[in-house]
C-alpha cells in the first residue's frame, strides 16, 4: 500500500525531531479577543546533525524563541503563509541538541489572532446567562496551529500541562485532569487554573473552554459541564454515561483518562460532539428531553480508545477514528437496546454514505476510504465516507470472521496492540490478517483495493436485519403514494409506535424521494406537528422536505434555526438549501451575511464557500 507515514496537512511532519511535553503558560484575554502567553516545546533528537525544528502556526504572532534551560535566545523563521495549512515556523536547534537522543526545552512567546480558528470568543449576549462573555475552541483536524506552534499533526503525541489565567468570576476546563485554581497573586482581577493531561495525546486534543460554568455529578468519574441554564438538563439527558463507559471499557479494555466529563457548549458549536480527552464538548442541540441523542455520547466515549488512544496516523487515515468508533458506537447501541438497533443503525449510515457519496459524485477521490490529502485542508474533504465506509467495512469483515465475540476479542487485542500509537490503514490490515492467521483465507475474497482506494460505494453491501426499518419504509412509501384524497388517512397515531430514531429514519427516507405537494406538508404538519419536536434532528430534517416542497411558510422558522444553530450538519445544509430555494435565497443571503460576524469562524466559512461555489455553479 502506498504509504509513508506522510501527514500532508502539516509542515511539521518527517522530520527528525519529536515533541515530548508541551506546557503552556496562557492569560485568556476577552477585551482583546486573544490568548497571551507561552508554550514550552519539550523536544527530543531522532537523528544526527538534525538542525532545525519546524513546527506548524497560523496567524499567530511570534515574539520569542529561546531555550528554556540557558535562556539563550535561538534564531527562527517564519515562512510565507500557505492558505489552508498556515505558516511553518522553523527554529535552530541549540547546539546540544543536535544529535541523536538529544533533548531540549523551547519557550515560544506568543499570542493568537482574534480570527484564530480554532478559538470563537462569544460575548455576553450570544450566551445563555447573557452576562459573561464565553471562550472554546475545536481543534480539529488542524486548527491547534492557531492557538499553539506546535507539530499539529495527529502522528505526533505528547503529554500536556497548563496554567490559564482567566477573570476571577469565570472558570477555566481543558480535555486534562483539573489540578485546581488559585487567586492570581499579583492582580486579583483574575484567578489562575492548573491542569495536566499525563496520556500523550495528539494536538488536535488539546481544547479549552472559558464560561460561567457549572457542574452536575451524573456518575462516578462523569459531571456534565455548562451555563446554569441548561446544566439540568443536561445531567437528565446524559444519564446513561456511565453505563457507556462500562459497556465500552467492557469491549475495548480499561479506560485509561481517569474523568469522562461532558461540557454542552452554546449553540454555535459546530459539531454534535469532540472527543477532547477527560472532557467531551458537544453540541445542545443534544439535549432532545429524552435521550434520544445520546449514540453522541456512546460514540464520543468510544473514541477514547479508537481515535485517543490509537490515533490515525495522518487524516488521510481518518477512518481509522471514525470508522472503527462508528462501529464500536453501534456496538455499545447493541448492547442497550439490542442486536436490531445495530442493524437498524447500519442501514441508516449506508443510506448517509450514499448521500456522502453523491454529493461529492461517485468517482471524487473525497469518496475513497483513504483519500489523498496533499495541501488539502481535511475541513473540505469531511463527509459520511470515513464514519460509514469504514464501520461498513468492520461490518462486513466481523461477517467474514463469522463470530462477534471472536472479532471484538481482535478489536481488544487491537487496541492493546496500537493503543499510544499513530498508526495507518496496512498497520491495522496488517495486525488483522496475523491475528486471524488460522482463520485467513476467510478474508481471501476481500478486495482491499477497492475498499481503501476506489471511490463511490463499497463493493459489497452487507445484509441488514431490517425489523426496524421495514416501518419506516412503509410510511414513507404511505406518504410518496397517497393521492391528495387520501390525506386524511394520516393521523398522529403513525408515530405511536416509532422511535425518534425512527422517525428521523422516516424522513430521511422522505427527502431521498421526489418533493411532496404542498397538500401533503399541510397535512404532515397538522398530524405530526413536527417543527415543535424537542429532537434536532427531527426537526431539521422537517424544514428540509418542507424546503423541498417550497412551502414557503417554513422559511421564517427554517432560517432562525440555521442561525441559531452553527452545528455545521445542520447550519451548512439549511442555508444550502435556502441559498437554492429562489423565494427564499435573498433573505438567506441577507441573514447569513448579518449573522456571520457572530458565528463559528469554521461554519462562516464553510457556509460562505458553499455559497461562493453555488454562485459559481449556478453561473
Ligand atoms: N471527531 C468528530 C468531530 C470532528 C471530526 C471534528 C473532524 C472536526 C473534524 C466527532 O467524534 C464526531 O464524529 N462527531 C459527530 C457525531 C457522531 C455521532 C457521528 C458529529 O459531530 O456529528
Ligand atoms: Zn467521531
Known amino acids: 500500500m502506498a504509504d509513508s507515514k506522510a501527514d500532508f496537512c502539516s509542515f511539521s511532519d518527517r522530520q527528525q525531531v519529536v515533541t515530548t511535553k ?52 535561538l534564531d527562527f523563521h517564519l515562512a510565507e503563509p500557505d492558505k489552508a495549512l498556515g505558516t511553518s515556523l522553523s527554529i535552530k536547534l541549540p547546539s546540544s541538541a543536535q544529535t541523536k537522543g538529544a533533548e531540549c526545552t523551547i519557550r515560544i512567546t506568543y499570542e493568537t489572532s482574534p480570527s484564530a480558528l480554532a478559538l470563537q470568543w462569544l460575548k455576553p449576549s450570544q450566551t445563555a446567562g447573557k452576562n459573561h462573555p464565553y471562550l472554546f475552541s475545536q481543534c480539529q ?28 468570576d469565570l472558570v477555566a476546563l481543558m480535555s486534562a485532569e483539573r489540578l485546581g485554581d488559585e487567586l492570581c497573586p499579583s492582580d486579583s482581577s483574575k484567578k489562575t487554573f492548573l491542569f495536566k493531561q499525563s496520556v500523550p495525546i495528539p494536538s488536535y486534543l488539546i481544547a479549552i473552554v472559558v464560561g460561567l460554568l457549572e457542574s452536575r455529578t451524573i456518575g462516578p468519574r462523569s459531571k456534565v459541564w455548562s451555563e446554569k441554564e441548561n446544566v439540568d438538563e443536561g445531567a437528565y439527558e446524559f444519564a446513561e454515561t456511565e453505563e457507556m463507559l462500562s459497556i465500552a471499557e467492557e469491549l475495548m479494555g480499561p479506560y485509561v483518562w481517569g474523568q469522562y466529563d461532558l461540557l454542552i457548549l452554546p449553540p454555535s458549536f459546530p459539531y454534535g460532539g469532540m472527543e477532547n480527552p477527560c472532557l467531551t464538548f458537544v453540541t445542545a442541540t443534544l439535549l432532545a428531553g429524552d435521550r434520544s441523542l445520546a449514540n453522541v455520547v456512546a460514540h464520543e466515549i468510544t473514541h477514547s480508545w479508537t481515535g485517543n488512544l490509537v490515533t490515525n496516523c495522518s487524516w488521510e487515515h481518518f477512518w481509522l477514528n471514525e470508522g472503527f468508533t462508528v462501529f464500536v458506537e453501534r456496538k455499545i447501541a447493541a448492547r442497550m437496546h439490542g442486536e436490531k438497533q445495530r442493524h437498524f443503525e447500519a442501514i441508516g449510515g449506508w443510506k448517509d454514505l450514499q448521500n456522502g457519496v453523491e454529493r461529492f459524485g461517485v468517482t471524487h477521490g473525497y469518496t475513497n476510504l483513504i483519500p489523498s490529502l496533499k495541501g488539502v485542508n481535511p475541513d473540505d474533504a469531511f463527509s459520511a465516507v470515513p464514519y460509514e465506509k469504514g464501520s461498513t467495512l468492520l461490518f462486513y469483515l466481523e461477517t467474514l470472521v463469522g463470530c462477534k465475540d471472536e472479532f471484538e476479542e481482535f478489536l481488544r487485542s487491537y487496541i492493546q496492540k496500537f493503543k499510544h500509537q499513530s498508526i495507518t490503514t496496512q498497520d491495522f490490515k496488517d495486525y488483522l ?39 419506516c419504509l412503509d410510511l414513507c412509501q404511505r406518504w410518496c403514494h397517497s393521492s391528495s384524497t387520501d390525506l386524511h388517512s394520516f393521523s398522529s397515531e403513525d408515530l405511536k409506535l416509532l422511535t425518534s430514531k425512527q422517525v428521523v429514519e422516516t424522513l430521511s427516507l422522505l427527502l431521498l424521494e421526489p418533493p411532496l405537494s404542498l397538500q401533503h406538508i399541510e397535512s404532515m404538519k397538522d398530524c405530526y406537528k413536527l417543527g ?35 452545528r455545521l450538519k445542520f447550519a ?29 469562524p469554521i461554519t462562516a466559512a464553510m457556509v460562505e464557500k458553499d455559497l461562493l461555489e453555488g454562485q459559481q455553479s449556478s453561473v
Not at 479577543?33 to 519546524?54: C, E, M, Y
Not at 419536536?533 to 434555526?561: H, M, T, V
Open 22 to 73: 508541551l506546557s503552556l503558560d496562557w492569560d485568556i484575554n476577552f477585551s482583546e479577543r486573544k490568548i497571551n502567553g507561552s508554550v514550552q516545546v519539550a523536544v527530543r533528537t531522532l537523528g544526527n546533525d538534525v538542525a532545525k525544528l519546524v513546527l506548524d502556526t497560523k496567524d499567530l504572532t511570534i515574539f520569542s524563541v529561546c531555550d528554556e534551560v540557558t535562556g539563550e535566545k
Open 141 to 168: 483536524a488542524i486548527h491547534a496551529r492557531s492557538m499553539i506552534p506546535c507539530q499539529d499533526t495527529p502522528g505526533v503525541k505528547a503529554p500536556y500541562e497548563a496554567k490559564v489565567t482567566v477573570p476571577v
Open 532 to 566: 415543535a419536536s424537542g429532537n434536532a434532528e427531527i426537526k431539521f430534517r422537517w424544514y428540509r422536505l418542507c424546503i423541498r416542497a417550497e412551502y414557503q411558510p417554513i422559511i421564517p422558522q427554517a432560517l432562525d434555526f440555521a442561525v441559531k444553530w452553527g
Open 572 to 600: 451548512r445544509i439549511l442555508f444550502g438549501d435556502l441559498f437554492k430555494f429562489g423565494v427564499a435565497r435573498d433573505q438567506a443571503i441577507a441573514r447569513f451575511h448579518q449573522h456571520k460576524a457572530d458565528m463559528h
Open 433 to 471: 490478517l496475523s491475528y486471524f492467521q488460522d482463520k485467513q483465507s476467510v478474508f481471501d475474497d476481500v478486495d482491499w483495493d477497492a475498499w481503501f482506494f476506489q471511490p463511490g460505494m463499497p463493493p459489497i453491501k452487507p445484509s441488514y436485519d431490517t425489523s426496524l426499518s421495514s416501518g
